[in-house]
């Protein structure tokens, strides 16, 4: 998982316009209606309007917000909302609440969990949206205000913010600051984390299914294609070096070595799969190639 910067939200779903979009018509209706009403809306969204799927998948590279596997070239995506239409129906078309996500981490499956020995277990977020304590959780009360009063309402929702307990690719900023990788695939909490840190970490591992089976071996794919081509760098620079005092040569080499870390840098490139994991290897490579 890594940190996504969140672009410029659909018109659709713009507020403030005049008139008024179908995105803030859709709110205004449901804030009317609350508490009278449960559960998913009982008609089709405008969150489901092909532009704000294809800004979604823009803004995610078509990869999962929370495993960063591609999903377009096998599926359209799900669109994911972090805290669930079931219990903040007032965000049902909020495009801060929006993610582009795959069914494995977006609704519940039973899957194979590595761990420290493969058992299949029943994950995924669907509706889930752990606090450490619900004292401070939103109340449709607050939602309402959530056009009347949105310095009450950002009050309440900065309460609910420090009491989360899973990690959202676009709020979180310093995101590798929880995880680190195992070069079998395996994805762990960060060593060192604080207490409240290694918490959020667990929770958005377990509640992602971050750890099943597919999932693991396809990272551990990626870590062979990592190591090789630091290899390949690691030779670049004996070439370089073998042939330091020759001009024409070292010009050669030097290019060739300027190839292969390009190649290694673009492993980290928030379009590729796995670019948190690569982060962690190839930082941490030459963090202690440097010591």
């Known amino acids: 998982m890594i940190n996504v910067k969140r672009i410029d939200c659909p018109d659709i779903l713009q507020t403030g316009l005049t008139p008024p979009s179908k995105g803030?018509?859709?709110?205004?209706?449901?804030?009317?209606l609350l508490g009278k009403i449960s559960g998913k809306p009982k008609r089709k969204s405008v969150y489901s309007d092909r532009a704000v799927r294809e800004t979604l998948k823009k803004m995610f590279y078509g990869k999962c917000a929370y495993c960063e596997s591609r999903i377009t070239t096998i599926y359209s995506g799900d669109i994911e909302h972090f805290r669930p239409k079931s219990e903040y129906p007032w965000l049902i078309v909020d495009w801060d609440n929006l993610l582009f996500a795959c069914p494995f981490c977006n609704q519940t499956h039973t899957h194979e969990i590595v761990g420290d020995e493969i058992r299949e277990i029943t994950q995924g977020k669907l509706e889930q949206f752990p606090l450490r304590t619900e004292a401070y959780?939103?109340?449709?009360d607050e939602g309402a205000l959530f056009f009347q009063d949105s310095i009450a309402y950002k009050t309440a929702l900065s309460r609910e913010e420090d009491q989360r307990?899973?990690?959202?690719?676009?709020?979180?900023?310093?995101?590798?600051?929880?995880?680190q990788y195992h070069e079998d695939g395996r994805i762990l909490a960060r060593e060192g984390l604080n207490g409240i840190d290694k918490v959020k970490a667990e929770t958005s591992i377990n509640t992602y299914a971050l750890q099943r089976l597919g999932l693991v071996q396809a990272r551990a794919a990626?870590?062979?294609?990592?190591?090789?081509?630091?290899?390949?760098v690691e030779q670049a620079i004996i070439n370089l070096?073998?042939?330091?005092e020759d001009p024409a040569e070292s010009i050669w080499f030097e290019g060739i070595l300027k190839k292969e870390m390009e190649i290694l840098r673009h492993y980290q490139d928030p379009d590729q799969e796995y670019a948190g994991l690569a982060r962690y290897l190839i930082q941490g490579y030459f963090k202690t190639f440097c010591i």
């Open 222 to 232: 990626k870590v062979v294609q990592i190591k090789a081509q630091l290899r390949r």
């Open 241 to 244: 070096n073998a042939h330091f």
């Open 137 to 140: 959780k939103l109340t449709l």
């Open 165 to 179: 307990l899973l990690i959202q690719p676009c709020t979180d900023l310093d995101i590798e600051h929880f995880f």
């Open 24 to 32: 803030q018509e859709e709110t205004e209706q449901v804030i009317l």
